[in-house]
């Protein structure tokens, strides 16, 4: 002990400045592998049987129906400003004929998956990450292992298999609800007949449109339960280490979902 | 050490043979070596923050050895992942220091947990085996629908200790069984332990710092300081062990080799 403690001593005194860089670039790398590890092990185990299924309903329900208030109350504000915007946008080159088709599209498209994976990171990747990270510091999940029962089986797969199956069914949900909005907005305010309005929104809406923004959804969801599983599964020390395995659970989702979100977009529609 | 002789009736129960660990320049586990022969009660005594805790976890396979050699039934086990690590823990129960309950779960399936999700035994067995085992540690029935949170400490650790049980372990590790409860209800707990490991025919490695818990539940006991094993002997010697250090832990004193080589080590 201490040898090791002189030997520390000694490296502070020359302020060795590669040490520092060494030292940043070997943690760096340290959890790039931790993370690869985990995300290799976390689907291995979502795609493999034997499944939870009482833990995957569970984690439905909580990410799907709980998240539906949010998601829609989100997506409905978005729908109704978004109408409101492009018309008096269009209105400088007497374009308002397009406010049905811009609500909808941008919706689908963007909106939809983007505000609702970022509302949805806020709930569940939070609550994941807290909840997973308060039993690893009580030891609930070493007691898991003690019983022959698989962390990563009973705890990540349930979540990862939730977030990817609920969060393009919330997306679907909120497009419908943000169109309806701009529809609202549309008929009410901006004086648009509602059968032209509702044709409108039909007549250029492609499929790939909404499929796109299913598929990133999903990405999403999977991005969200994966961050919120990973902070808490290696969060330590007591009630500070969960609090800042939250707080990195819920940035690190929402900075991945605007940097994906970029890359799926253009892997569809850059030409 | 090649060829693991797993049908050798004489091998013990758990064989450590120079174990170390380190976490980065502090050297936890310096050359642990251990023999706890079938039935055997062992206790590990020592300071908090002398690696009780990491030795427990090594041998559970929580973390895993630098090297050195971890036997359960004469078979080698560290390095064990998977299925093949499930099926030695299979044979552990173990005691958590909070009692690590899911506070997500009823206590009943808290206790029945290892059965149902480890055995796929079925729900109704469970958790008639799970009422033996609460009526086992003298908890109620009723207490088997509540959830962890409702729970006091010393319930709480009886739970742990069904839980522990349930799947009759032939091992079992117990973490500091007596921390944090009032000096009758330790001994509530350490009663229990003795009666229920005598029960089961379990062997028993406990780790404590509790001198009152470590003579009641243990056959043997040994020292573990600065990373080694210093003093391994029977129970009621360890009060004239003849070793300085043993004689300040079981004492109690401020004085004596251990604070002042922490305080050489400081200075």
Known sequence: MGGERGRGRKGQDGVNFLAIVGRVFLAFVLQVGRFSIFTGRAVSHMVRPPFYPRLIARQMVEIGYYSLPVVGLTTLFSGMVLALQSHTGFARFSAEGAVATVVVISLTRELGPVLAGLMVAGRIGAAMAAEIGTMRVTEQIDALSTLSTNPFKYLVAPRLIAGVTMLPLLVLVGDIIGVFGGYVIGTTKLGFNPATYIARTAEFLQVLDVVSGLIKAAVFGFVIALMGCYHGYHSRGGAQGVGAATTNAVVSASILILILNYMITELFFAQ | ?267
Request: charged share 25%; glycine share 12%.
């Open chain 2, 1 to 267: 050490m090649n060829g693991p002789n797993a049908s050798d009736p004489d091998a013990p129960k758990l064989r450590l043979r120079d174990v170390r660990k380190r976490f980065g320049a502090n050297v936890v586990l310096d050359g642990i070596g251990l023999d706890i022969a079938a039935g055997e009660s062992m206790v590990v005594i020592g300071g908090s923050g002398t690696g009780k805790s990491v030795l427990l976890k090594c041998v559970l396979g929580l973390l895993r050895p630098d090297s050195g050699s971890i036997e359960v039934d004469g078979a080698e086990t560290v390095g064990l992942t998977g299925r093949a690590r499930d099926r030695v823990n299979a044979h552990i129960g173990m005691l958590f220091q909070g009692a690590a309950l899911f506070d997500s779960l009823p206590v009943w399936e808290n206790v029945a947990f290892g059965l149902i999700q480890g055995r796929q035994t079925s729900r109704f067995a469970a958790r008639a085996r799970a009422m033996d085992c609460l009526d086992q540690v003298g908890l109620r029935r009723r207490v088997a629908d509540l959830y962890p949170a409702e729970l006091s400490g010393g319930m709480q650790k009886r739970v742990g200790l069904a839980r522990a049980i349930a799947a009759q372990p032939d091992i079992v590790f117990f973490d500091e069984p007596t921390t944090g409860l009032d000096p009758i209800m330790a001994d509530v707990i350490n009663d229990l332990i003795v009666a229920t490991t005598k029960e089961l025919g379990a062997t028993a490695l406990s780790i404590t710092h509790d001198m009152a818990s470590a003579t009641k539940i243990g056959d043997r006991i040994a020292m573990l300081y600065k990373g080694r094993l210093i003093w391994v002997g029977a129970a009621k010697e360890v009060f004239d062990s003849g070793n300085a250090h043993v004689d300040q832990f079981v004492h109690g004193r401020a004085d004596g080799p251990i604070t002042e080589e922490a305080e050489a080590q400081a200075g």
